[in-house]
């Protein structure tokens, strides 16, 4: 077995069938699907029953809602293929996607990396591009300036890696990160292995009002997390200018997380949402005068 399709879902009853469906017309046959069922309340299992006579689909299910890290860790320790690829529940696979990534890790020399590629983005019947930055090899440092990178749904793993990562070690894991999953397990990986893109998208992705990176309080307590979590090798690589940085970022995240409660909370008091509006406004300009001082690149 090649490749392990891993489908971490919840509640996702009115689409998972589109996802399933994007991996089975692959131009590469050689695949598992496992489903990793995070204790869904609806219909889930239903829509998923008349694919199951299919022995390429394992259909695993938790006993409670454990969060998506901790589905796709479980699809991890499930899967017997060579290579791990990603796949949320509300995206896709474009057809050849499990051929280039293959193919680019063929051409690379090594035998062990994480290989990705860009995304189409679906949102109101619009399609557009979107382009990751392209990395070919070992690029920890810059994985460390940046803290991001991909989406999980555009991501190969080589399913040897998550043991030097410590993905089989819970005491490594941070399955309680709100947010971030996908930064946290690409710089894992990049600790130790290459990481290479393929040239190509890969996959569709959809947009979903029950995302993450639309709750800011979640993505400000990941932001908050990994920072801390890689605060020391920020530091050594990079210094204290991209450390006080990130810190900057934090606050910027914690802006917003307040002005969305706000917003939430106290809808006939628009001018406290002005307010934040405001301070969002002086922390970004802090930051472009920091950007501009301490770096070549005011946007990098």
């Known amino acids: 077995m090649v490749i392990s399709v891993i489908i971490p879902t919840y509640n996702r009853d009115y689409c998972i069938a589109r996802s399933l469906e994007s991996v089975l017309r692959q131009t590469c046959q050689d695949f598992e699907i496992v489903i990793v069922d995070d204790d869904s309340t609806d219909n889930t299992r239903d829509v998923l029953g008349p694919y199951l006579v299919d022995p390429r689909i ?19 320790r499930k899967a017997v293929g060579q290579h791990v690829v990603f796949l949320d529940s509300d995206d896709e696979l474009l057809p050849n996607s499990l051929e280039v990534r293959l193919s680019a890790l063929q051409k690379s020399g090594v035998d062990r990396a994480l290989v990705y590629g860009d995304v189409i983005l679906a949102a109101n019947d619009k399609r557009s591009e979107h382009r990751f930055k392209r990395l070919h090899g070992y690029s920890y440092a810059y994985l460390l300036k940046e803290l991001s990178l991909c989406s999980f749904s555009v991501m190969m793993v080589t399913t040897s890696c998550f043991a030097v990562a410590g993905y089989y070690d819970r005491d490594f894991l941070d399955c309680d990160l709100p947010s971030w999953h996908d930064d946290y397990l690409v710089l894992s990986i990049g600790r130790h292995f290459p990481v290479i893109h393929c040239g190509f998208p890969v996959a569709i992705m959809h947009d979903s009002p029950e995302s993450i990176t639309t709750n800011e309080q979640s993505l400000e307590l990941g932001c908050r997390r990994m920072v801390s979590k890689y605060r020391e090798d920020i530091l050594n690589i990079h210094g204290r200018p991209r450390l006080f940085l990130w810190n900057l ?39 472009t005068a920091f950007l501009s001082h301490f770096f070549d690149n005011p946007y990098a």
């Open 249 to 287: 970022r934090i606050l910027r995240c914690r802006v917003r997380a307040e002005r969305q409660r706000v917003a939430q909370t106290n809808k006939d008091h628009p001018r406290l949402v002005a307010i934040y509006s405001w301070s969002l406004s002086k922390v970004d300009s802090v930051m």
């Open 58 to 76: 394992r259909y695993i299910k938790h006993v409670k809602n454990q969060g998506g890290l901790a589905a796709r860790i479980t699809g991890i």
